[in-house]
């Protein structure tokens, strides 16, 4: 008769710890949203052929093969695929085995000057949280991706003043000829990049 009230008790008690347990999944998701899968169009896990479908080539694409991983990167510049986006000025991507694992997009001039990494990375967090940081990178994680904003380098060719061209015939009473200007390193502009990839890239 002693056991009646106490198992009442555990009734109530175990109805809501099987509650709770159920809710774990909903609260975790809440905290770290998942983090989106798609970019310029463009979704991990899709083939080359499907890549090929949305951005038809206009010309051959430059492949590079990382030895350490696998994995077989194209970069797209504007003018060698169709329909690239208005605010993508080259897109870099990543396909490890036959399904695309990076997905990297550099903006336009004018995109990045409009919208520095900075200001991406706080329109992000509304969405994510606050990311984490490493030196000029802003990054965030879940179990499956990864997503950074970062600044790009996008190398631009310098303007460059021919030089004068020396007299055909030399006169004593006018001075040597000036000798032609060293080329000038390339300036870089920073351009804003936003990149996903799988994690298991590197694993």
Not at 52 to 63: A, C, D, G, Q
Not at 167 to 180: I, K, N, Q, S
């Amino acid at each position: 008769m002693t056991d009646g009230p106490k198992q009442a008790r555990l009734i109530p008690c175990r109805r809501f710890l099987s509650v709770a347990l159920c809710c774990l999944p909903l609260l975790s998701a809440a905290a770290v949203p998942a983090l989106k899968r798609r970019l310029a169009g463009l979704t991990l896990g899709e083939t080359l052929w499907s890549v090929k479908r949305r951005y038809p080539p206009l010309r051959t694409w430059p492949e590079i093969r990382e030895q350490k991983g696998g994995v077989d990167r194209y970069i797209i510049r504007r003018g060698s695929a169709k329909g690239l986006p208005a605010f993508v000025d080259e897109l870099r991507l990543g396909f490890k085995g036959w399904f695309l694992v990076e997905i990297q997009v550099i903006m336009t001039k004018s995109y990045s000057e409009k919208n520095p990494p900075q200001q991406v990375a706080l329109n992000l967090a509304l969405l994510y949280g606050p990311p984490k940081r490493s030196p000029n990178v802003s990054w965030w994680a879940d179990g499956r991706t990864v997503m950074r904003i970062l600044d790009e380098p996008a190398p631009r060719p310098p303007k460059l003043t021919k030089p004068s061209k020396p007299p055909g015939f030399y006169d004593p009473y006018l001075p040597p000829p000036a000798e032609p200007r060293p080329r000038t390193p390339a300036r870089v502009d920073l351009r804003t990049s936003l990149q996903i990839f799988d994690r298991k890239i590197f694993e």
